[in-house]
């Protein structure tokens, strides 16, 4: 089984819709991410999360909210979904001191 | 500012020979550097990993060298396999701070079989 887990793995949606996206992970780390990425843009952290009470905004927040669920859920979502949120989404999970590990990727297309 | 970028966007090598991706970084205070594999439509795969008070490592059949008196770092993959064609992002991670990783923009491997 996947270590980090993402739903759904590819989503269509209009402009204005709520959208939320999951992240779950089987590895036992406290520190938790979402990414966006964009070709040519590389990626990109949206908010990250080093235990269930501590959740901080990343570069790209604005658009974004988040909710730590337990140590091993962490959801994104969209609250007004635009056209520019159309992108790839990952989660990713570490240790203090060590390297990420990602989720299979959500793509989402916002029309 | 803090950046992590690769010295070529696109890397084409014959199948078993060897692949030599490279990154430069400009953040002196980088101490912890990965990179990964990102194949078509999946997440980014840790491979290998080096710290700064190490010069190599090696893992199965992909080498880090770590020069920091010029911030550059490379990830050496012997005799290239055809399953090796992906995208190889380096990324480097200041552990001071709040464990912030930059990631580079990437370099896309081709292995011609």
């Known amino acids: 089984d996947a270590d980090v887990t993402q739903t759904p793995r590819n989503r269509i949606t209009k402009t204005g819709k709520r959208i939320m996206l999951e992240c779950s992970q089987t590895k036992g780390h406290d520190r938790m991410y979402w990414y966006r990425q964009d070709p040519g843009l590389g990626l990109r952290l949206i908010y990250y999360?080093?235990?269930?009470?501590?959740?901080n905004k990343g570069e790209i927040s604005d658009g974004y909210s988040v909710s730590r669920q337990a140590q091993a859920k962490f959801s994104l979502s969209l609250e007004s979904a635009i056209p520019n949120q159309t992108a790839l989404y990952f989660c990713?999970?570490?240790?203090?001191?060590?390297?990420?590990?990602f989720g299979p990727g959500t793509r989402l297309t916002v029309l | 500012g803090e950046s992590v970028g690769l010295h070529l966007p696109t890397l084409s090598v014959q199948e078993g020979d060897n692949s030599i991706i490279n990154c430069a970084y400009s953040?002196?205070?980088?101490?912890?550097f990965i990179w990964y594999k990102q194949e078509s439509g999946k997440g980014p795969q840790f491979i290998i990993d080096i710290r700064s008070n190490m010069d190599k490592r090696q893992g199965q059949r992909v080498t880090v060298l770590l020069n920091k008196t010029v911030k550059h770092l490379s990830l050496q993959i012997a005799a290239t396999q055809p399953g090796d064609s992906a995208v190889y992002f380096c990324a480097e991670n200041s552990l001071s701070g709040y464990d912030k990783v930059i990631f580079g923009p990437g370099t896309s491997l081709s292995v011609i079989p």
């Open positions: 990713a999970t570490s240790d203090f001191a060590r390297a990420q590990f």
């Open positions: 953040n002196s205070a980088s101490d912890y």
């Open positions: 999360s080093f235990d269930v009470k501590d959740i």
